[in-house]
């Protein structure tokens, strides 16, 4: 893992293609509306006889300003009261979801994300966790994976406290940049001052990890400014590091349209800015861990991909992977089994089907054979870098070499050009090749010529 990354300016320029972050295979782009509350509602029956352990993701969409980069699902208002009725409807899904599990299956890792969480009242937050706590089996013993998005303007030593007594082990911090230009121009004016003060409380608190997030191509951005804002964030040690690339797609997403796309850096900028990222980040002593994301060597996340036991779901990277993902709350997904469904993404159609004493699932799908096959290569290849081929054939029962024959000549051509290392019995992605990695996953996508590229980010 010391040489987890080379840099090869050429090989990035031919293989920046515009692809999903495959947080699932099939994507979220492939769910259709021929999945809905009965599929769930049988998914969860397999689990439930299964005594599978649970992950949980709570969507909480409200924010009190709006970030002009922003893609989530959010609500934006400055009237925190329209959370009550959320809430409510959100309480009645974990009861819902509950009375289809059994008291014994463990809630080993929750995430709330948003939106803004921390938006909820403190008594709004004390009582949606007794509603988690009441349906589900959450962990008394601090040893769940309980994690919550915070942004620092949200948040101070009370906030934190309060999370911390409720359960939460873990925060991902939103910082983006700390440049006042580049906050003026992307709506979200936060000082270092606040975001360290987050970090410190969180660190006398005994959280266990800290995640910060970072965004390069942003407008405003150049190679030096982002290079401070990096630098600054390195002396507040965080144990894990996402550094996202900003995909400009202001037809998709209306806030966008608020950034004057002349301001934006270009493609050149913004590898440098990705280079320089991982020099200094590779200088203080992080590891690429994949797919934008870094952490120091004694984190879970860089400890279980040397032990080859990382995976990769709706949550990002994870050591949870075995877990089923249940996603409460609107446009929340879950991944339970085969099965992939999504809640409503319309706030007041979500609200309305719960206040049936209804589900909100709207759509879906079920992974057939193939897909199994290809969601496992796509795993290995970016958690790990590496498909043994034999591992998945035996598990398959098939001969990998005939079954993506089609696929060979590409492969080859990326061999050649030194992205990966292939022969008959491996595939191994290469350090130069290692931020491309989404480049060699799609190879193995077989739904992707089906859809508009330009629905996705570019790689880097």
């Given at each position: 893992m010391?040489?987890?990354?080379?840099?090869?300016?050429?090989?990035?320029?031919?293989?920046?293609?515009?692809?999903?972050?495959?947080?699932?295979?099939?994507?979220?782009?492939?769910?259709?509306?021929?999945?809905?509350?009965?599929?769930?509602?049988?998914?969860?029956?397999?689990?439930?006889?299964?005594?599978?352990?649970?992950?949980?993701?709570?969507?909480?969409?409200?924010?009190?300003n709006?970030?002009?980069?922003?893609?989530?699902?959010?609500?934006?208002?400055?009237?925190?009261?329209?959370a009550?009725?959320?809430?409510?409807?959100?309480?009645?899904?974990?009861?819902?979801?509950?009375?289809?599990l059994?008291?014994?299956?463990?809630v080993?890792?929750?995430?709330?994300?948003?939106?803004?969480?921390t938006?909820?009242?403190?008594?709004?937050?004390?009582?949606?966790?007794?509603?988690?706590?009441?349906?589900?089996?959450?962990?008394?013993?601090?040893s769940?994976?309980?994690?919550?998005?915070i942004?620092?303007?949200?948040?101070?030593?009370s906030?934190?406290?309060?999370l911390?007594?409720?359960?939460?082990?873990r925060?991902?911090?939103?910082?983006?940049?700390?440049?006042?230009a580049v906050?003026?121009?992307?709506?979200?004016?936060?000082?270092?001052?606040?975001?360290?003060?987050?970090?410190e409380?969180?660190?006398?608190?005994?959280?266990?990890s800290?995640n910060?997030?970072?965004?390069?191509?942003?407008?405003?951005?150049?190679?030096?400014?982002?290079?401070?804002?990096?630098?600054?964030?390195?002396?507040?040690?965080?144990d894990?590091l996402?550094?996202?690339?900003?995909?400009?797609?202001?037809e998709?997403?209306m806030?966008?349209?608020r950034?004057?796309?002349?301001?934006?850096p270009?493609?050149?900028?913004?590898?440098?800015?990705?280079?320089?990222?991982?020099?200094q980040?590779?200088?203080?002593?992080?590891?690429?861990?994949?797919?934008?994301?870094f952490a120091?060597?004694d984190?879970?996340?860089?400890?279980?991909?040397?032990?080859?036991?990382l995976?990769?779901?709706?949550?990002?990277?994870?050591?949870?992977?075995?877990?089923d993902?249940?996603?409460?709350?609107?446009?929340?997904?879950?991944?339970?089994?085969?099965?992939?469904?999504?809640?409503?993404?319309?706030?007041?159609?979500?609200?309305?089907?719960?206040?049936?004493?209804?589900?909100a699932?709207?759509?879906?799908?079920?992974?057939?054979?193939?897909?199994?096959?290809?969601?496992?290569?796509?795993?290995?290849?970016?958690?790990?870098?590496?498909?043994?081929?034999?591992?998945?054939?035996?598990?398959?029962?098939?001969?990998?070499?005939?079954?993506?024959?089609?696929?060979?000549?590409?492969?080859?051509?990326?061999?050649?050009?030194?992205?990966?290392?292939?022969?008959?019995?491996?595939?191994?992605?290469?350090?130069?090749g290692?931020?491309?990695?989404?480049s060699?996953?799609?190879?193995?996508?077989a739904?992707?010529?089906r859809?508009n590229?330009?629905?996705f980010?570019?790689?880097?």
């Open positions: 010391l040489d987890a990354i080379r840099w090869d300016s050429d090989l990035i320029r031919r293989y920046d293609l515009a692809g999903p972050r495959y947080t699932s295979y099939p994507t979220a782009a492939q769910f259709g509306g021929q999945v809905g509350t009965f599929d769930l509602l049988h998914a969860l029956r397999d689990s439930r006889k299964a005594r599978r352990p649970l992950s949980l993701y709570v969507h909480v969409p409200f924010c009190a709006i970030c002009y980069y922003c893609a989530c699902n959010k609500v934006i208002t400055k009237d925190r009261g329209r009550h009725a959320y809430l409510q409807r959100l309480e009645q899904e974990i009861q819902l979801i509950g009375c289809h059994d008291p014994t299956q463990r080993e890792q929750l995430h709330f994300g948003g939106g803004t969480p938006f909820l009242s403190h008594d709004e937050l004390r009582q949606l966790m007794a509603s988690l706590r009441k349906h589900l089996n959450l962990l008394d013993d601090d769940g994976d309980y994690g919550i998005e942004d620092p303007r949200e948040a101070d030593w906030t934190m406290g309060l911390r007594e409720l359960g939460f082990n925060v991902s911090i939103g910082l983006q940049d700390l440049d006042p906050q003026r121009a992307v709506n979200r004016l936060q000082s270092l001052e606040e975001t360290r003060a987050v970090v409380a969180a660190r006398t608190l005994q959280f266990r800290i910060i997030d970072l965004i390069y191509g942003l407008p405003k951005q150049t190679p030096d400014n982002f290079a401070r804002t990096v630098e600054e964030v390195i002396h507040l040690q965080p894990r996402s550094v996202f690339n900003y995909a400009h797609l202001p998709r997403f806030p966008q349209r950034i004057n796309s002349q301001d934006l270009n493609p050149e900028q913004k590898l440098a800015m990705l280079q320089r990222t991982i020099e980040l590779t200088a203080a002593g992080y590891r690429y861990v994949g797919m934008d994301h120091l060597p984190d879970e996340l860089a400890i279980a991909q040397e032990e080859a036991t995976q990769r779901n709706f949550q990002g990277y994870t050591t949870h992977g075995h877990c993902l249940i996603g409460l709350g609107v446009s929340a997904i879950s991944q339970i089994g085969d099965l992939y469904c999504q809640n409503s993404s319309d706030l007041n159609h979500y609200q309305n089907t719960l206040a049936d004493g209804q589900l699932t709207s759509r879906g799908l079920i992974c057939n054979a193939d897909d199994r096959l290809r969601r496992a290569v796509i795993q290995q290849l970016i958690c790990h870098f590496h498909l043994a081929f034999a591992d998945i054939e035996q598990r398959f029962n098939v001969d990998l070499r005939s079954y993506f024959a089609p696929l060979w000549p590409q492969l080859q051509a990326m061999a050649e050009d030194g992205l990966i290392e292939l022969d008959d019995v491996h595939l191994q992605v290469l350090p130069a290692r931020l491309l990695v989404r060699v996953c799609m190879v193995f996508d739904y992707l010529e859809h590229r330009q629905r980010s570019r790689v880097i």
